[in-house]
């Protein structure tokens, strides 16, 4: 069941360790109806071509910075997003969502007809701390600016049947970031048994 405006408040002043934070809240107009209003932060990975060619998901021990390259955007000012280019941001706000909730990262429609895409990974998992990753697109034909603070993106969050276990006692990689982060798409289990089958074959 989605939450609505109200209930919203109301978790948000419950005890810590069930409370619902999404912090800071410039203003009050960022809850309605049934969904959080979040922000762009200020830190950004820029993904880049690199001389060392594809991305290998099974060796992503190789150096990191070959494929991205960080940048600060201060409030007040802006950054282009080309059309086709993926830019990983971060929201403003901090969030702890309760083991008895999960929230959906939405894009808003106003940024949509512009041709901006967020939050190409839309879950957030019971028990998540830390501020969120977004991945950004641009699917349009002309570039975008992009400007920190500004409303990017909503969460709608959801009731679960029973509470469930902390997403970071359940082994989640991206535990308490306060930045945008790269993929650790290496650190899945999977990765072994294909290793295993390839040598198989």
Do not use: C
């Not at 049934?34 to 990975?45: A, P």
């Not at 929230?103 to 190409?120: D, F, H, N």
Request: glycine share 8%; net charge neutral; aromatic share 6%.
């Amino acid at each position: 069941m989605v939450i609505g405006e109200e209930t919203l408040w109301k978790r948000m002043s419950d005890p810590l360790t069930s409370r619902l934070i999404v912090t800071p809240l410039l203003s009050r107009e960022q809850i309605r109806g049934g969904s959080v209003d979040v922000r762009l932060g200020t830190e950004f990975i820029l993904m880049k071509r690199s001389a060392r060619g594809p991305i290998d998901p099974m060796a992503m021990e190789e150096p990191l910075q070959d494929y991205q390259e960080r940048v600060q955007v201060e409030v007040g000012d802006k950054m282009i997003l080309h059309p086709n280019q993926l830019v990983l941001g971060v929201t403003l706000e901090f969030l702890q969502v309760p083991p008895d909730l999960l929230a959906y990262v939405i894009g808003r429609s106003s940024w949509g007809r512009l041709g901006l895409i967020v939050a190409t990974a839309v879950m957030v998992s019971p028990g998540y701390r830390g501020s969120l990753t977004l991945e950004l697109a641009n699917l349009g034909d002309t570039p975008v600016y992009l400007y920190p603070g500004t409303r990017v993106a909503q969460l709608v969050f959801h009731t679960l049947d029973d509470s469930t276990a902390a997403y970071s006692q359940r082994g989640g990689k991206y535990t308490g970031p306060v930045g945008p982060e790269f993929s650790k798409l290496a650190l899945d289990r999977d990765w072994q048994a294909i290793r295993l089958l390839s040598q198989k074959s």
